[in-house]
């Protein structure tokens, strides 16, 4: 890992081929504690002479399978990188997310909404290591004061 202040290459341990599995609460934003749990896998490439990556997803969630992408851009002027996820089963870029690593970990928050009300929403990258990584993702309805950790994504290089 790049520290904080360089960042340009803090997502070049995502670059290759991936199992991915998934868990996610049945119901989000509802006080659930049931996890819904499935596979997927992810293959991630360097896109612009490495200031961004691209990864291809497929989803396998228990009623049918999805794919999806994300991007990623670095921002050298504010080094910070920016991520976009594309659902397969509605094909727009979703409001991103912005943050950096520091430590380790990548800490990325956006504004979106879920289910027509406003919410803030937080990625963490973490547990990185040459053969695997950790993905969070979680929603605030309270502006941060507390968050809802609703998908987990625990990967291990193929």
């Known amino acids: 890992m790049t520290t904080a202040s360089s960042g340009a ?4 341990f995502i670059h290759g081929s991936w199992r991915v599995s998934h868990q996610r609460l049945a119901q989000r934003l ?4 049931d996890w819904v749990r499935f596979g997927g896998t992810m293959t991630a490439k360097s896109i612009l002479g490495g200031r961004g990556n691209f990864d291809e997803n497929v989803i396998e969630l228990p009623q049918e399978a999805y794919k999806a992408c994300t ?3 670095f921002n050298p002027e504010q080094a910070r990188w920016s991520i976009y996820w594309i659902d ?3 094909p727009k870029l979703d409001a991103p997310v912005h943050g950096t690593f520091n430590q ?5 928050f956006g504004e979106d909404t879920f289910e027509g009300r406003p919410i803030r929403i937080r990625f963490l990258w973490s547990q990185i290591k040459a053969d695997s990584a950790r993905w969070e993702q979680a929603f605030s309805v309270d502006a941060g004061a507390t ?8 990967f291990t290089r193929v």
């Open 30 to 33: 509802r006080g659930s504690s």
């Open 104 to 108: 380790g970990v990548g800490t990325f």
């Open 71 to 73: 991007v990623r851009l």
């Open 88 to 90: 397969g089963r509605d």
């Open 9 to 12: 290459k803090d997502f070049d």
């Open 147 to 154: 968050w809802e950790t609703n998908w987990i994504m625990e």
